[in-house]
């Protein structure tokens, strides 16, 4: 069992245990549930399911997340050790996953699929936390961006996996059922390998008890304004999944041959994110990381009118896959770096926890709304409605400073924004 400590990091040392020990139980956890994420779409078909049945797995799903995500950061406000609690979220992903492959019925699969996901968005604002406590600030960029690196990474090789074995002949069940070897040995590997900087009985830790009470900073709730509009034009991956197995049938329906490919463009999305967040969080860590977010959330702007003008052209489907793993790869990197940077370490697990919620929110909400679209033949509406929703989070990331910051009292607060 790792040790906990409160040695401080050196800058030539952020690539700690701890940030490795993060970077394994992501990357294991995403090829965990990235293998069920790859075939659930046309396991949904040989139970008679369409994408509104995903559209409403995918936004319960998110919905319980964002629940979630939010009592996460608040136990992580709450608790002096992180670890053990994250550890219970990896094992809830796991075994939630897993038991997909018993299920039948649109009931059993949400509850399932919700059980994962509840696990996944508990854990998250304390693995952010506990990331952040282990990095200097110059390098949080770098270390949410070689997180996410190692995320995307995993869901590569989850649906390379769920590839191989239908080409293997394996059915959807089965790859699902073993999604959970990689579950544990993520859960294994955040428990040990995590290192927590926990003040020991009777001192005083500043940076965790001072202010505690404290409001959040103004500019932490602007931004989380912005992140929660583009949000509601963030939906599930899992959609372009269907998009291409559907672009690739001739008559609409789903055969091996076409779910692979599927599956294959799939992962080549995940691997553009995987080779895009580390340069990414590197380049926050240079220059501004809120301009790079801004660029980066525009760029899901052009990959959601593409998908509305040309949901049924192939070529351009791949190139809406590739614009997509980019922008993904922005998000996820630089949205949890600003906040860090936002916010004071006694404030920060909870924040996380906001912010996670915010975003999963706007997350369901797309969800629904594109799933139920797409039902009823209305692709260029859904993907539209997305691509305006997120015009109004680049809007409001633009404007908010020069609205809500103009005073001379708020020159600090526009100055933070900027960086």
Same mark, same amino acid.
């Given at each position: ?136 600030? +110059? ?5 949410? @961006?070689?997180?996410? !690196? #190692?995320?995307?990474?995993? =869901? *590569? &090789?989850?649906? /390379? ?83 291409? +197995? ?5 008559? @609409?329906?789903?055969? !091996? #041959?076409?779910?692979?490919? =599927? *599956? &294959?463009?799939? /992962? ?101 709304? *594109?799933?139920?679209? /797409? ?45």
């Amino acid at each position: 069992m790792p040790l906990e400590t409160s040695e401080k990091r050196t800058p030539s040392r952020w690539l700690t245990t701890t940030v490795l020990g993060i970077i394994l139980a992501t990357f294991f956890s995403d090829v965990s549930h990235e293998m069920c994420t790859a075939v659930l779409p046309m396991y949904l078909t040989t139970v008679g399911l369409g994408p509104a049945a995903l559209g409403v797995i995918e936004g319960l799903a998110d919905f319980l997340v964002s629940i979630s995500k939010l009592l996460g950061g608040y136990v992580g406000h709450r608790v002096r050790r992180k670890r053990p609690w994250a550890t219970l979220g990896y094992l809830m992903t796991t075994f939630g996953t897993w038991g997909i492959a018993f299920a039948g019925s649109l009931a059993a699969i949400v509850t399932l699929r919700g059980t994962a996901w509840v696990g996944r968005g508990f854990r998250s604002p304390l693995r952010d936390y506990l990331l952040a406590d282990s990095v200097e600030p +110059a390098y949080y960029g770098r270390a949410y @961006g070689l997180e996410r !690196t #190692g995320d995307m990474l995993g =869901a *590569v &090789l989850g649906p /390379l996996i769920a590839m191989l074995l239908i080409w293997g002949g394996w059915s959807f069940q089965s790859i699902i059922f073993w999604t959970v070897l990689p579950g544990l040995i993520a859960a294994g590997a955040f428990f040990f390998l995590i290192r927590e900087r926990v003040k020991a009985t009777g001192t005083h830790d500043a940076g965790q008890t001072q202010n505690v009470n404290a409001p959040f900073p103004r500019v932490f709730w602007l931004f989380l304004i912005g992140v929660f509009l583009f949000g509601m034009g963030d939906f599930s991956r899992t959609f372009l999944v269907w998009l291409a +197995a559907r672009s690739l049938g001739q008559d @609409g329906s789903i055969v !091996t #041959g076409t779910l692979s490919l =599927a *599956v &294959l463009l799939y /992962l080549a999305h995940n691997l553009v994110s995987a080779i895009a967040a580390y340069p990414v969080g590197q380049a926050g860590d240079r220059g501004s990381k809120m301009a790079i977010l801004i660029f980066g959330y525009s760029l899901g702007i052009v990959t959601n009118l593409l998908l509305a003008w040309h949901h049924a052209s192939f070529g351009w489907l791949i190139v809406a896959i590739i614009l997509s793993g980019v922008y993904i790869a922005v998000e996820e990197t630089l949205e949890k770096a600003v906040a860090a940077q936002m916010l004071p370490r006694s404030k920060r697990s909870l924040g996380f926890g906001i912010l996670a919620c915010g975003n999963a929110v706007g997350d369901m909400l797309s969800s629904l709304y *594109v799933g139920l679209l /797409l039902e009823m033949n209305l692709a260029f509406w859904a993907f539209a409605c997305a691509a305006a929703f997120g015009a109004l989070g680049v809007l409001w990331l633009l404007l908010a400073p020069r609205l809500f910051l103009s005073s001379k009292s708020n020159q600090a607060a526009r100055e933070h924004w900027r960086s």
